[in-house]
C-alpha cells in the first residue's frame, strides 16, 4: 500500500511548490484571469522547478523517473495557487509523458529531448471535440490508412496554446481505437480557429483546432505501426485533473475557514453558527476523501494495479463533484461577499466548475 509521507525528496519538491503557489501564481490570479493570460516568467519559474523533467530518465535529459504519486503530489500543491497558472506550466506533460508511455524508442530520443532540455515550451495535445456526448474512447475525428500514412480528419477543442505551438499529439479513432499522432502545428491541413472563451480558465488560453485531411507518416503514430494502449494517457490526465481539483478546493476551504472565523455577524463569528460549522466540516470531510483516492489512484498506477483505470475515474469523478461542493460553499460562507472579485473564491467556483469537461488537460 501507498505511504501517506512523502518521501524527503517528494517534501522538497512540494515545498517549493507550494512557496511558488502562493508566493507567485496566486498573486497573480487575479490579473491573469482578468487580462486572459499569465505572464511568461511565472509559467518559466513554475517549469524551472523541474516536475516534468523529474519524470524523465537521464537518457532523454531528464533526471529521474516518473512516478504518479510524485506527480499528484504537485499537481495538487501547484493548483492550490491557480488552476489555470498549474494548467499552463503542465501543458508539455501532454506532449512528453504519453511520448514516455507508449512512444517507441525513436520517438523518444527524437521527441522528448528538445521539449525538456530548454525553457518552457508551448508543446500540447489535442483529445476534446465539440460534441456534447464527447467521449475519449470514441472519438469522431478519424485517422484512416493511406498508403504509407495516416490521414487525419475532424475538429478539437480545448487545445492550450495551439496558436503557439511546435508540435501536438492528436488523437483520432483509427479501426474503433483511440490512437495518437505526432502532428506539426503549422503543418498542412492543420488550422487553429480562435481562443475560445469559457466560463473559466480564462487565463488559460484554449483553441479548436480543425483537421482536415492532414497528413501523417507511419512514424509518427504514437507507438509506431503497432499502435498504443490509450488507457495509460486517460489513467494519468484523470489522476492529475483529480489532484488538481484537489488542490484548488483545499485553498477555497482554507480561505472560506479563515473569513468564517474572522468575520462577525450579529456580535458572533461566522464560524460559531452551527450550519457553518457543519458546511465547513463536511468540506473538509469530502477533500480529505477525495485526496485518499487520488493518492490511491496514482499508486495503482505506479505498480500497474488492475483496478487502476476504474479507480482514476472513481477519482475525478468524485473530484468533480467535490470541488463544486466545496467552492460553492465557499461563496457561501462569504456571503455577499463571496460574489465580489476582491475574493478569489468566485474564480475558484468558476474553474472547479469545469473539471467533468477537463478531459486531457492535463497529465501526471
Known amino acids: 500500500m501507498y505511504s501517506f509521507s512523502p518521501t524527503e525528496e517528494q517534501q522538497m519538491l512540494l515545498d517549493a511548490i507550494g512557496r511558488y503557489a502562493e508566493n ?77 508511455f507508449c512512444g517507441t524508442e525513436e520517438q523518444k530520443q527524437e521527441h522528448i529531448p528538445p521539449v525538456i532540455e530548454a525553457e518552457w515550451k508551448p508543446y500540447t495535445a489535442a483529445l476534446m471535440e465539440p460534441k456534447f456526448d464527447f467521449d475519449p474512447n470514441d472519438l469522431a475525428t478519424v485517422a484512416e490508412a493511406d498508403g504509407e500514412d495516416y490521414v487525419l480528419r ?11 505551438a511546435e508540435k ?6 483509427l479501426d474503433g481505437e483511440t490512437q495518437g499522432f505526432i502532428v506539426s502545428a503549422d503543418g498542412e491541413g492543420v488550422e487553429v480557429g480562435q481562443r475560445q472563451k469559457l466560463l473559466g480558465l480564462n487565463a488559460l488560453p484554449l483553441f479548436t483546432v480543425n483537421l482536415e485531411s492532414v497528413r501523417v507518416p507511419q512514424r509518427d503514430r504514437l507507438g509506431g505501426p503497432e499502435g498504443h494502449d490509450f488507457a495509460p ?31 462577525e455577524v450579529f456580535g458572533v463569528k461566522v464560524a460559531q453558527k452551527q450550519a457553518i460549522a457543519f458546511m465547513i466540516a463536511e ?6 476523501a477525495i485526496r485518499m483516492l487520488v493518492w490511491e489512484a496514482a499508486w495503482m498506477l505506479d505498480n500497474g494495479q488492475r483496478e487502476a483505470s476504474k479507480t482514476a475515474y472513481l477519482a475525478l469523478t468524485g473530484a468533480a463533484n467535490m470541488a463544486m461542493m466545496v467552492t460553492d460553499r465557499a461563496v457561501q460562507i462569504l456571503g455577499g461577499h463571496g460574489y465580489i472579485r476582491e475574493h478569489p473564491v468566485e474564480l475558484w467556483m468558476r474553474n472547479g466548475r469545469g473539471f467533468a469537461t477537463f478531459s486531457g488537460l492535463a497529465m501526471v
Open 233 to 263: 494517457i486517460i489513467d494519468s490526465s484523470r489522476a492529475a485533473l483529480a489532484a488538481m481539483a484537489v488542490g484548488m478546493s483545499k485553498a477555497a476551504f482554507d480561505y472560506a475557514v479563515e473569513y468564517a472565523k474572522d468575520r
Open 154 to 164: 475532424g475538429e478539437k477543442a480545448f487545445v492550450p496554446f495551439a496558436a503557439e
Open 283 to 288: 468540506m473538509g470531510t469530502e477533500i480529505e
Open 168 to 173: 501536438m499529439i492528436v488523437y483520432a479513432n
Open 24 to 100: 507567485d501564481l496566486r498573486p497573480a490570479a487575479r490579473e491573469a484571469d482578468e487580462e486572459t493570460h499569465f505572464p511568461p516568467n511565472i509559467i518559466e519559474k513554475g517549469w524551472e522547478m523541474g516536475v516534468l523533467q523529474a519524470s524523465v530518465p537521464d537518457e532523454y535529459f531528464g533526471f529521474g523517473e516518473h512516478s504518479a504519486v510524485t506527480g499528484v503530489l504537485a499537481a495538487e500543491a501547484m493548483a492550490y495557487g491557480d488552476l489555470s497558472g498549474t494548467l499552463a506550466v503542465m501543458v508539455p506533460n501532454l506532449f512528453v509523458l504519453p511520448l514516455l
